[in-house]
């Protein structure tokens, strides 16, 4: 798939989304409505933080980081516009059960600090061709 092509579909889809949680906004009461239509919001807006996050992380690192592959910056994007929308849709679940605290929200940017730091770990180790380990020479 073409940047070109990524970038048009993600567009259409983050727009359809946004389009999805603001008919979700006006047509579901939260007073009456049951579970259902809590997924349906919470959902629809992580979904749309996701698509808006990757486009306008991906639309900076272009610009800012022109020497890096486009499919990395893509990944990147994609990556931490999805801890970021999972902050706040987590903030907003907190919030709706009178949870959110200061201690909770430090305890929830350290723990997606952590899984971040981890798939950045994960991402960027490399493998040793065969034959590097002294084991393996020994054998």
């Known amino acids: 798939m073409t940047l070109k092509k990524y970038l048009l579909i993600m567009s259409i889809t983050t ?3 946004w389009l999805i949680w603001t008919y979700v ?15 349906l919001f919470y959902s629809s807006l992580f979904l749309a ?6 486009i306008f992380g991906f639309a900076v690192r272009f610009i800012a980081l022109k020497k890096e592959l486009a499919f990395r910056l893509v990944k ?3 990556r931490q516009s999805f801890l970021f929308a999972l902050l706040i849709i987590i903030s907003l679940i907190l919030l709706s059960y009178n949870l959110f605290t ?8 350290f723990g997606l600090s952590v ?10 180790s490399k493998k040793r061709p065969v034959g590097t380990d002294v084991e393996e020479k020994l054998v």
């Open 15 to 17: 727009a359809i989304c």
């Open 25 to 39: 906004l006006w047509m579901i009461n939260p007073v009456l409505t049951n579970w259902i239509g809590f997924v």
């Open 49 to 54: 933080l996701i698509g808006t996050g990757a």
């Open 76 to 78: 990147e994007s994609f």
């Open 102 to 109: 200061w201690l909770n929200l430090i305890l929830l940017i």
């Open 115 to 124: 899984l971040e730091f981890f798939m950045l770990s994960f991402t960027t």
